[in-house]
């Protein structure tokens, strides 16, 4: 006598089959690239200690550590009040030294680095008006991704610029054109963490 055996699924209680879904694997990968292009930005303050100006690996440094506290503010970290204040007083600190370091590009009349650093404060502004002002002026929003879109094109082209200087023999551009490349990277990233991709895919994934 032969029994005949249909093949059943497993019931998701009984824990021997885990699938992971696309949302998830997404949100990991997410999450590696972006603490990969974060480490190779850090990185990039040694590179300018090395081959650049100590203006330059001021501003850089100045520019990660304001980096990592929009990651802290935008990308669903938990913040008390005291870290809160520590956060806005390091953002402070480091904001004086960006300007102060852009002040000097315009004296020592390196004007591309100084269009460049101009532009990225732009940002950083349309960004804070992004976190700051009210969902519902949708008009206001709309104008802001569209100037943002604008200081974006300007700095590819700086990093065009710095790319046919570096082809030219121009030291240190090579420099210069990959910290533009990460930076672009980089903030697009978190234009992802401030329109919340990773909570986003989280809550769909939950739901799903």
């Known amino acids: 006598m032969r029994a005949d055996v249909t093949p059943s699924k497993p019931r998701d209680d009984r824990g021997f089959v885990v699938e992971e879904s696309a949302a998830t694997r997404g949100v990991r990968w997410f999450v590696a690239f972006k603490w990969l292009v974060y480490a190779l930005l850090a990185l990039n ?9 100590v203006t330059e ?6 520019w990660v550590v304001l980096l990592l506290l929009f990651e802290w503010e935008t990308g669903g970290w938990t913040m008390s009040p005291r870290q809160r204040r520590l956060a806005h007083a390091l953002r ?3 904001s004086v030294a960006v300007v102060g370091a852009c002040v000097d590009y315009a004296l020592q009349l390196e004007w591309l680095d100084f269009c460049n650093a101009v532009t990225w404060l732009l ?3 349309a960004l804070e008006l992004e976190v700051r002002v009210p969902a519902h002026w949708r008009g206001f929003h709309r104008a ?3 100037a943002t879109g604008l200081l974006y094109l300007a700095l590819a082209a700086f990093l065009l610029a710095w790319l046919a ?10 420099l210069d054109a990959w910290d533009a490349a990460l930076w672009l ?3 697009v990233v978190i234009e992802l963490n401030v329109f919340g991709f990773a909570q986003t895919a989280r809550a769909r994934h939950a739901s799903g």
């Open 45 to 53: 303050v040694v590179l300018y200690g090395r081959h650049g100006t």
């Open 57 to 62: 690996q001021i501003d850089t440094a100045a």
């Open 92 to 94: 402070a600190l480091a």
């Open 123 to 125: 940002v950083v502004v």
């Open 144 to 146: 802001r991704q569209a």
């Open 165 to 174: 200087m570096s082809a030219s023999g121009g030291a240190p551009a090579w």
């Open 185 to 187: 990277v980089a903030f």
